[in-house]
């Protein structure tokens, strides 16, 4: 049986390949750009790694996994979807170019490796896609990556109830300082709500498979719970008065 992980060169999706370091996978596959930081993260782990140095933005990658999935006589266990981007401005100043790249990986990316896998995802396979609080309500001056990650939201909690055989969890973590968090947005309102990596990780394989919205962090769940009671425009008027955009 292995585990798959996009995004694990850093971040959350590298924190995920050491905490599953001692749960049994035969092998973990690693799937990012840049091979040097997979590399090292292989020379950590104790279970075999496989490294698949690619660009989720292009599609030949897809074919690239899905021929190493054919070669392999193991099954999927776990696919973590982790890779993603998202850049924090008004919609008005980023890049089209920035803004589909982030729709490429949040969501194209994010299908496509769900979609190859199901043929290879053994019975009771876990797909765990991390989505963000950010896909709670809308988000001004993060337009384009909270609407990516309300389509994973929507996407992951729908597919779960179509399988018998296969648990579909999504992650909605709150904040974490990893190279996703940029110089200039660091020190905002924002900090109150960062979460530990390794707590977060734990928490999320702890629940995966069995919840189905993983939101480890109180701010993460207070959020969920008044983007249900309180119209989304007052939450937005209130974010505004806060400076948040
Ligand atoms: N940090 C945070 O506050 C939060 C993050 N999230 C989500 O968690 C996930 C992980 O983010 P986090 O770990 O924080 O961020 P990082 O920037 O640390 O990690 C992002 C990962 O995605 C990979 N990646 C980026 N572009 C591509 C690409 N074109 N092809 C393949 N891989 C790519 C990067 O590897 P490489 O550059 O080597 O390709 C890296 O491994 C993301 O989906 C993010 O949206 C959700 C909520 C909060
Ligand atoms: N939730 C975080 C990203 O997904 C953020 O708001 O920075």
Known sequence: ???????????????????????????????????????????????????????????????????????????????????????????KKTSLEDDLRTIDLNIRALISLSKISLKYLKKNGIILNISSSASFIPQPKFAIYGASKAFVLYYSRAIRREFKDIKVSVLCPNRVMTEFIKDDDKKTIKDLGNEDIKKLVRKALKQMGKKDI?????????????????????????EKMLGMY
């Open 1 to 91: 049986m292995i585990a798959i992980i996009s995004g694990a060169s850093s971040g959350i999706g590298f924190e995920f390949a050491k905490q599953i370091d001692d749960k049994n996978y035969e092998e973990i596959w690693l799937i990012a750009r840049r091979a040097e930081k997979l590399n090292h993260l292989k020379k950590i782990l104790k279970t075999r790694a496989k490294i698949l140095a690619l660009d989720l933005c292009e599609e030949k990658s897809f074919e690239i996994i899905e021929d190493e999935l054919k070669k392999t006589d193991k099954k999927i266990g776990l696919l973590i979807n982790s890779a993603g981007v998202g850049i924090n401005d008004y919609y």
């Open 214 to 238: 993983i939101s480890p962090h109180p701010l993460s769940k207070l959020l969920l719970l008044i983007s249900k009671v309180i119209p989304h425009s007052l939450i937005m008027k209130f």
